[in-house]
């Protein structure tokens, strides 16, 4: 693998870790009500998923799906209700009060919000389709087994340090002191927006 193709490789990871979807929702979302501390955890979970999905594909997952088109659509159903069912209790308890007076939740423990990053990036089995089209078109047959480990951290890396930095950027003081004003109307459209990718997931 040269250092040209490694480039290319990292760059579509980034692209494939910032682009919108569940996992940025929630890193958005527990970063404005539970803080930096725990968004850290949640990253590292979502962090976690990815490798996940990516170590799939890099053992063939995509061709599975080719073969047994059933098995991705259960995937893809059981996520979309996961993230849909995430979606309902954030709609439903939108016009609560948080359990503070300062604009955070109660945050939850470090295993808790790891446990819900990991679930959040594995109910989108689309990582394992893009990952395989990754992996197809820059990784050469051959390949040693500590580069495609190399390959593994820098997906890992990408996915935590781009959900850290979502998190941190909606737990400053400014936007929480926006979201205690609203909180029922951005609960609402976090919720809606979970809703809709579950949706999405479910159908494409």
């Given at each position: 693998?040269?250092?040209?193709?490694?480039?290319v490789?990292?760059?579509?990871v980034?692209?494939?870790?910032?682009?919108?979807?569940?996992?940025?929702?929630m890193?958005a979302?527990?970063?404005?009500t539970?803080g930096?501390?725990?968004?850290?955890?949640?990253?590292l979970?979502?962090?976690?998923?990815?490798?996940?999905?990516a170590s799939?594909?890099?053992?063939?997952?995509?061709?599975?799906?080719?073969?047994?088109?059933?098995?991705?659509?259960?995937l893809?159903?059981?996520?979309?209700?996961?993230?849909?069912?995430?979606?309902w209790?954030?709609?439903?308890?939108?016009?609560?009060?948080?359990?503070?007076?300062?604009g955070?939740?109660?945050?939850?423990s470090?295993?808790?919000?790891f446990?819900?990053?990991?679930?959040?990036?594995?109910a989108?089995?689309?990582?394992?389709?893009?990952?395989?089209a990754?992996?197809?078109g820059?990784?050469?047959?051959?390949?040693?087994?500590?580069?495609?480990?190399?390959?593994?951290?820098?997906i890992?890396?990408?996915e935590?340090v781009?959900?850290s930095?979502v998190?941190?950027?909606?737990?400053?003081?400014?936007?929480r002191?926006?979201?205690?004003?609203?909180?029922?109307?951005?609960d609402?459209?976090?919720?809606?927006l979970?809703?809709?990718?579950?949706l999405?997931?479910?159908?494409?």
């Amino acid at each position: 693998m040269t250092l040209a193709t490694f480039a290319v490789f990292v760059g579509l990871v980034i692209f494939a870790a910032i682009s919108p979807g569940p996992a940025v929702i929630m890193s958005a979302r527990t970063g404005l009500t539970e803080g930096m501390r725990t968004g850290f955890m949640l990253a590292l979970g979502i962090g976690a998923g990815a490798v996940v999905w990516a170590s799939a594909a890099m053992f063939g997952l995509n061709l599975v799906f080719a073969v047994a088109p059933a098995l991705l659509w259960a995937l893809k159903i059981g996520g979309a209700a996961y993230l849909l069912w995430m979606a309902w209790n954030l709609w439903r308890d939108a016009s609560q009060p948080l359990a503070t007076g300062d604009g955070r939740a109660v945050p939850r423990s470090a295993l808790s919000a790891f446990r819900l990053g990991l679930l959040t990036q594995l109910a989108n089995p689309k990582p394992a389709v893009m990952f395989s089209a990754i992996f197809l078109g820059t990784v050469p047959q051959g390949t040693p087994l500590w580069v495609y480990l190399s390959l593994l951290a820098v997906i890992f890396a990408s996915e935590t340090v781009w959900n850290s930095l979502v998190a941190r950027i909606f737990s400053l003081d400014r936007t929480r002191a926006r979201y205690i004003s609203l909180k029922t109307v951005i609960d609402r459209s976090f919720g809606g927006l979970l809703a809709l990718l579950g949706l999405k997931i479910a159908a494409t």
